[in-house]
């Protein structure tokens, strides 16, 4: 520890550039650890002096971000809800983000605990002296963020690779879709109240990367709750919906006579579909490929 202190206090003498590129020379020339600054979606900062090695996550995406940066052995607990890839299922279940179970959790000794900001354990987890961060991804910038703030903890060098390959994926299923399927008019239901996918989501901007247009309005946020009415009135050509919201559809007022009811354009996910949808990670690309087939499938 002296001899890092006496490392940066010799070096901070120089012109900015010149001292981080000898502190860093220095720091590997005599093996010492350089702390690692991560910053969450709090706005707090956590240090690690080297890459944790044992991992808990409280959010399926950001466990499948870890096994997409493939660090998948580091994590030794999971949300009950993290079912992907296949090797997490046999990890030791610690709860959810909502209502983990800290004792669990602490039984497990990790040197740190990925969660969503919406946790309300993240303050009582630090008590414990357990280090957090929380990420809150909303969007397909929110994502890539986010594989890089989760790349730069587990010291890989992959993040951005793992990004442009979503992004190619995206760019090549787009280019394959028939010009006749573009700006169809997608109604995406998230909830049967309901809830749909808008424009700002990042279900409503894999819509829009595949040429679709989203009956939503832009400025109501990323999931409004629409009018009934306003759904039967937009007469969308295409609907997609999870298979848990599936029945009944047809028995709202009205909506027998949409289009996409009376031709049968209506896309019912399974649950394992619905939850490669609904989760903001690196399985974009899986889901504008599910969303793609849906179109397929029900094209007249």
């Known amino acids: ?20 590129a000898l502190a860093a020379l220095l720091f590997v020339a005599f093996g010492v650890a350089q702390a690692t600054q991560i910053s969450d979606d709090r706005g707090l900062s956590v240090s690690f002096s080297e890459p944790p090695q044992r991992i808990i996550s409280l959010l399926p995406s950001l466990t499948e971000t870890v096994c997409a940066l493939g660090e998948c052995a580091r994590l030794v607990g999971v949300d009950r809800y993290s079912n ?9 279940q610690v709860g959810g983000g909502l209502d983990p179970s800290l004792e669990a959790i602490a039984a497990l000794r990790p040197d740190v605990v990925l969660t969503a900001t919406s946790t ?4 009582r987890l630090q008590a414990l002296g357990i280090k957090v961060l929380a990420f809150e991804p ?15 903890l587990l010291g890989v060098t992959n993040a951005e690779r793992v990004w442009q390959e979503i992004q190619a994926d995206l760019s090549a299923l787009a280019g394959s879709l028939a010009p006749r399927l573009r700006n169809t008019r997608v109604y995406f239901e998230v909830s049967s109240a309901p809830y749909a996918a808008g424009p ?9 990367a595949l040429g679709l247009a989203n009956i939503a309005p832009r400025g109501l946020g990323p999931f ?15 609907i997609m919906v999870g298979e848990r919201n599936h029945p009944g559809l047809q028995g709202r007022p009205g909506w027998a006579g949409m289009r996409a009811v009376r031709f049968g354009r209506v896309c019912e996910f399974s649950a394992e579909q619905t939850d490669v949808l609904v989760r903001p990670g690196p399985r ?17």
């Open 224 to 238: 409004p709750r629409l009018n009934p009415e306003f759904v039967v009135r937009a007469d969308p050509d295409l």
């Open 1 to 20: 520890m002296a001899l890092a202190a006496l490392i940066v206090k010799l070096t901070n003498r120089l012109p900015t550039p010149v001292n981080r």
């Open 284 to 300: 974009l690309a899986q889901a504008a490929h599910i969303m793609a087939q849906c179109l397929r499938n029900t094209a007249p």
């Open 84 to 92: 992907y890839p296949q090797s997490v299922r046999s990890l030791p």
């Open 200 to 208: 700002t989501s990042f279900i409503g901007e894999t819509l829009a």
């Open 120 to 123: 309300p354990a993240a303050q």
């Open 138 to 152: 909303k969007s397909h910038a929110d994502v890539h963020r986010v594989l890089l703030g989760i790349g730069q």
